[in-house]
């Protein structure tokens, strides 16, 4: 897995997202490959934006019981699993805006680095480490390339 605080990490990433093209098909699953990039971006979305509401009480205590294992830790997602509703993108969008906006927030949190995020609050899993955070991001867009073939 790469580590997106690493440059050779954010580097490979980036590599790996300019060898998708619009008309990249998936292996599995039913997104398109510009609905995938923007399905990316949620993740970086969430930890840098205010679009989305904080977890609280029961669903947030669920959350971390039964799901933050599975996105922080190091087991590979299995194809076609459930993703959460945020994360679900309707009709078609602009590849090549989402395509930028994917590149720039790993440029944005490989600059940031790591110890910016140590201890930073997830909206769903409360406070994560270092490791928990380039896991989430690293495994999520792995999963999505490898799906596109990249």
């Known amino acids: 897995m790469q580590n997106i605080f690493e440059a050779k990490g954010a580097e490979t990433l980036i590599k790996r997202i300019n060898a998708l093209t619009p008309e990249s098909k998936a292996q599995w699953g039913k997104m398109s490959v510009d609905q995938m990039l923007a399905h990316c971006n949620v993740a970086f979305d969430m930890a840098y934006t205010d679009k989305y509401p904080k977890a609280g009480g ?87 390339f490898t799906q596109f073939g990249v």
């Open 58 to 144: 029961f669903k947030k205590i669920m959350l971390k019981l039964f799901v933050k294992n599975a996105v922080v830790g190091p087991k590979p997602y299995p194809k076609n699993g459930r993703t959460a509703p945020e994360f679900i993108i309707e009709g078609s969008r602009d590849f090549d805006k989402e395509k930028q906006i994917l590149i720039d927030y790993i440029n944005k949190t490989n600059e940031l680095g790591a110890a910016t995020f140590e201890g930073k609050e997830n909206i769903n899993f409360g406070a994560l480490s270092t490791q928990e955070w380039n896991t989430m991001f690293s495994k999520h867009m792995d999963h999505h």
